[in-house]
């Protein structure tokens, strides 16, 4: 059954010292869910999956009704038509990659032979697909595990935290396939994760899930930095996130010059082709502040700035600049007062290039 192109997620599952009680709409073509372990995420896409009974759920995706007990409509699992790539990849070890592809095909609508075509060009995976999956490499698996989903043309495609079982490097080289199937192909995604970096580089709207219920919910940068979730957050390593672009080759001692949608330059230290797309991280607590402009020093980057706001939070005091990019800088309660730091105030952001970490 179809209706518009909203979703809403609105599940009531009752459990023995937890509860799941989640009342969420949106319309952006990416959702994410955030939140920490327990924090009730998989649960939630179980129900979205079928494989529970809530007490009460109205679940509705892209348009697309799969439950609503006010009507008594609840589809069967097997007729949801959902794209699901769970936390570690369930690829069947028996078929090389195309036959772990083709068995994602046998459940697609429409062009079926196009859309395996698009998922194989969109994942690079085209050179893999007479390989064993015991020869594929755990980004390779992840890979695999996507284009088998998007094989099977399905109506969302649900994402349980896909890229939690590989180490940082791995995880910043898949990375980047997720952002090609956002930005290529018409499928709305519904992704769980527990890292901050994914929730803003996917984008779209984010709902924070904490103890079974929604804390928050709007835009990644709005949401992970405001007062409610920040503490969880940062516990779960938040930080500045930015998509740029190569801009100019470095030396083996320099790194390479990048820059940003909004014209923000940064040296960072790795050797990167020119015109390549990149995700930089800058912890909070690595920025620092000066009120006058620095000379003499070893950091690469300092960056012109104005402070929009300061908030004091446990811990230390979250300073928003404006730096032709929004940036959070985290400080003592003392380099604050000693800066004078207020909203408008004029101050440089200096940024080590070794400080920077590329998530993408």
């Given at each position: ?28 073509r ?35 009704w ?21 936390q ?20 697609a ?24 999956v ?9 890979r ?17 935290e ?63 930095w ?19 672009r ?48 620095p ?48 909203a ?14 590329r998530?993408?």
């Amino acid at each position: 059954m179809r209706s518009s192109g909203d979703s809403l997620l609105h599940v009531l599952l009752p459990r023995p010292g937890f509860s799941l009680n989640v009342e969420l709409s949106w319309r952006d073509r990416v959702a994410v869910i955030f939140g920490p372990s327990g924090s009730g995420k998989t649960t939630l896409f179980e129900c979205v999956l079928g494989l529970h009974s809530p007490r009460r759920a109205r679940i509705c995706l892209a348009g697309y009704w799969l439950d609503d007990f006010e009507r008594g409509l609840r589809l069967p699992t097997e007729q949801r038509q959902l794209g699901w790539v769970p936390q570690a990849p369930t690829l069947f070890p028996h078929l090389n990659v195309l036959g772990n592809l083709r068995f994602g095909q046998e459940r697609a609508r429409g062009d079926a032979p196009a859309i395996l075509r698009r998922a194989i060009d969109v994942l690079e995976i085209g050179h893999l697909l007479t390989r064993r999956v015991a020869e594929l490499s755990g980004g390779e698996q992840s890979r695999v595990a996507l284009a088998r989903a998007i094989a099977s043309s399905p109506r969302v495609l649900l994402l349980d935290e896909p890229l939690s079982a590989l180490d940082l490097p791995l995880r910043a080289r898949v990375l980047p396939y997720l952002l090609r199937i956002r930005d290529e192909l018409d499928l709305p995604m519904l992704y769980i994760t527990h890292d901050p970096d994914e929730a803003i580089l996917l984008g779209g709207s984010v709902a924070v899930l904490n103890e079974g219920s929604v804390i928050a919910h709007g835009s990644a940068r709005e949401v992970l930095w405001s007062q409610a979730v920040l503490p969880l957050s940062e516990a779960l390593g938040l930080e500045n996130v930015l998509d740029a672009r190569v801009l100019a080759e470095g030396s083996e001692s320099g790194g390479c010059t990048v820059e940003t949608d909004h014209g923000l330059r940064l040296v960072v230290p790795w050797l990167l082709d020119v015109g390549a797309k990149v995700s930089v991280g800058l912890p909070a607590h690595d920025l620092l502040l000066a009120v006058d402009e620095p000379r003499g020093i070893s950091a690469r980057n300092v960056i012109p700035a104005r402070v929009a706001r300061c908030e004091q939070r446990e811990g230390g005091v979250f300073v928003h600049v404006d730096a032709g990019e929004p940036l959070v800088a985290k400080l003592t309660t003392g380099a604050v007062e000693r800066l004078g730091l207020a909203a408008g105030s004029r101050v440089f952001v200096i940024i080590k290039a070794q400080a920077i970490r590329r998530v993408g």
